[in-house]
């Protein structure tokens, strides 16, 4: 049995549309920190991830660039590349893993805001004279907040982590 050429080309061409859909689902659910390798140009990192709204210069004389989902976002993609702008690490930071290696009376506002970006939210505690730096971050199901205290001259003194009321159900009942 002949089949008329329009329909012979409708399914193929809804056989490409499925594989093509298919192909961009798979990109976009690619995470932002697995567009490129460690090794790739700078421009090829823009090139995929566009301008970083935030940069620093590292001591080491890298530099990091930083990629935050503010507001309300639960990731920040970072990379660092080294003076030539090679990329040389590219990762999420926003993570318990990263946040707990946090230096008390060590580090400084400084040293949190170029390894975490921006916060999400700051506050100022006048009895205690603590200034609060606070992220939002996803650990395996759970969506936290983790916050870093400073006293006056910049220093971490402590850290708290603790469930993100905005995606807790309970936090909303009358």
């Known amino acids: 049995m002949a089949f008329p ?9 809804c056989r490409w549309l499925l594989a093509g859909t298919a192909a961009c689902l798979l990109n976009a659910c690619a995470a ?14 823009l090139a995929k991830l566009g301008p970083p709204p935030e940069s620093y210069a590292l ?5 990091r660039l930083l990629w935050p989902t503010r507001p309300n976002g639960e990731t920040t993609t970072a990379a660092v590349l080294d003076p030539s702008g090679t990329v040389l690490s590219l990762a999420q930071v926003l993570t318990a893993q990263n946040f707990y290696q946090a230096r008390m009376d060590v580090w400084t506002l400084h040293d949190v805001q170029i390894r ?19 992220y939002r971050y996803q650990d395996g199901y759970w969506y936290k907040l983790y916050s870093f205290y400073f ?6 003194r402590t850290t708290q ?14």
């Open 5 to 13: 050429l329009s329909l012979l080309l409708h399914q193929n061409g």
């Open 32 to 45: 932002p920190w697995q567009a490129v390798q460690p090794g790739a140009s700078q421009s090829a990192l």
């Open 59 to 63: 001591p080491d004389g890298n530099t």
């Open 116 to 134: 975490f970006g921006l916060p999400e939210q700051t506050a100022y505690f006048p009895l205690s004279r603590l200034t609060a730096w606070t």
């Open 151 to 156: 006293d006056d001259s910049g220093v971490l």
């Open 161 to 174: 982590d603790m469930p993100d009321p905005l995606h807790d159900p309970s936090a909303f009942v009358p």
